[in-house]
């Protein structure tokens, strides 16, 4: 069995991980969105959050995860998301179970989590192609 | 003379500037032409633009759908040369659509990056649909090779042989993607010759030829179809390699794209809200880059560290894309 360097083990460990991670990200992505949509879509669905191209465009799949993904966000960090252009305006946050607003905020958790792994896996794989390859 | 000139022609979404008239967008493309040509060439763009009720009253901000000759005059150098490209006519739609909806601060955006954007999208999406239509000849060939034999030009051997030779071609070229034009019949299944009373004996090849156009259309719909197709190619490269670690190779470096190409779009949505069209084309370059870059360095890193574990045994791939 060919012996692995402490790089490769890196490398590959980025990768898998990553690769676990996004997989369980998109799933998680569209369970929440069919929660998600049917109670927020009439509130924030709309003028002035979203404009009409945007309206036109997150209504259709896949492109409407990317709507409910802002949700999320905004459900797990009102404090942060209420003051970002998205939903400059809006007063309050539409009020859901706290089911849902601890799943939202186990998605922001694993979403930040995967942005980590994949800067450190195009960091990692740049470095290697630069000085190992 | 109008279908003519559509047919050879190159399409182009023509933005329009104030100060413009229909009459010198023309002259611009076309160069100096006779009036009743001219006509001809207003009556085609009016055919292709339903919305342009008037001719004579073009607005600025218009988006204009135009034939132009692939190699078009531009009289006008001074704004500099609109970028042309081939556009398949399901895009016109979407596009028309969305211009309209757009807001002229997004239409100033869009009327720069549509060529880029419908440019690359087509590129990917005629990759494929290229593989379709240039096999056609094949079978066509195959078609001949029917009739020669028949018209006694050419023994039932040699007739075997061709046919042979043309379905292990057709085979090779098309890779696993005769899985989808066939399911789970071979090749030459398919492409039998019809020994049923009544029935024309090449009639399976020319519906195996219609259905070749029916799936390049279907694959110009979407991405979901390309990324099942690339991986279909990579697993028909697979199955074409004798090298072990070349298979691997190529297992790593497919994997590598997929999942790379994902955590780029997840990384780029988390910073980015798409607002606009430049967000829009970020997130897709962003992720195209990503699944570049990490298919390349993956694989390098496989070849240096990884070498001697077969991947594609232990995933069964060698299984399941094998010739």
Redesign the interface.
């Known amino acids: ?2 012996e ?2 402490l ?2 083990v890196i ?2 460990g980025l ?1 898998i991980s ?2 676990v991670l ?1 997989s369980i ?2 799933v998680f992505l569209i369970i929440m969105h069919n929660i998600l949509y049917p109670r927020l879509d009439p509130i924030l669905f709309r003028e002035p959050w979203f ?4 309206l ?2 997150f209504s259709t799949w896949p492109l409407s995860l ?1 709507k409910s ?2 949700y999320m966000f905004l459900i797990a960090y009102p404090g942060f998301f209420l003051n970002r ?2 939903f400059n305006g809006l007063k309050t946050v539409p009020p859901v179970q706290p089911s849902i607003k601890a799943a939202c905020k186990v998605y922001f958790i694993l ?2 989590l ?2 980590i ?3 450190s ?2 960091v990692f ?2 470095w ?2 630069f000085y ?2 | 003379m109008i279908s003519n000139l559509s047919k050879n022609n190159d399409t182009i979404f023509y933005h329009v500037r104030s100060g413009d008239s229909i009459s010198k967008i023309i002259q611009r493309y076309y160069g100096p032409i006779p009036a009743q040509q001219r006509n001809t060439i207003i009556s085609q763009i009016q055919a292709d633009n339903p919305s342009l009720k008037n001719p004579n009253k073009i607005q600025p901000n218009q988006l204009l759908q135009i034939s132009i000759p692939p190699q078009y005059c531009s009289v006008d150098s001074t704004r500099g040369r609109t970028p042309t490209l081939r556009v398949d006519p399901q895009l016109i739609k979407p596009l028309q659509l ?1 211009w309209q ?3 002229p601060k ?1 239409r100033k955006m869009l009327s720069t990056l549509t060529p880029l954007m419908l440019g690359t999208g087509a590129a990917s999406m005629t990759m494929l649909k290229q593989t379709f239509n240039a096999n056609k000849p094949l079978m066509v060939e195959m078609v001949k090779n029917y009739e020669t034999y028949k018209a006694e030009g050419i023994t039932k051997g040699q007739y075997d042989y061709q046919r042979k030779k043309i379905i292990t071609n057709f085979n090779q070229r098309m890779g696993p993607l005769t899985r989808v034009l066939n399911s789970t019949r071979t090749q030459s299944e398919a492409l039998r010759i019809s020994r049923t009373k009544g029935r024309v004996p090449t009639k399976n090849i020319t519906q195996q030829i219609g259905r070749m156009g029916k799936v390049a259309k279907y694959a110009a719909v979407g991405g979901a179809v390309l990324t099942a197709a690339s991986l279909g190619i990579a697993c028909g490269n697979i199955a074409n390699t004798d090298s072990k670690l070349e298979k691997n190779q190529i297992f790593v470096e497919s ?2 794209g997929l ?2 190409g ?3 779009t ?2 780029i ?2 910073f980015l ?4 069209w430049v967000a829009a084309l970020v997130i897709g370059v962003g992720g195209a880059a ?1 699944g570049f ?2 298919g ?3 694989r ?2 496989y070849t ?6 077969d991947l594609t045994s232990m995933t069964r791939v060698n299984q399941l894309c094998k010739k």
């Open positions: 069995m060919q692995v360097s790089v490769g490398g590959a990768f990553g690769a996004v990200l998109l404009n009409s191209a945007q036109d465009m990317i993904m802002n252009k998205r979403h930040f995967t942005v792994i994949a800067i896996l195009f794989l740049a290697y192609s190992q390859g | 969305q909806r757009a807001t997004e994997m590598g999942v790379g994902a955590l780029a997840a990384t949505l988390f809200s798409p607002a606009g990503g870059i990490s390349v360095g993956l390098r890193l240096a560290e990884f070498n001697t574990f």
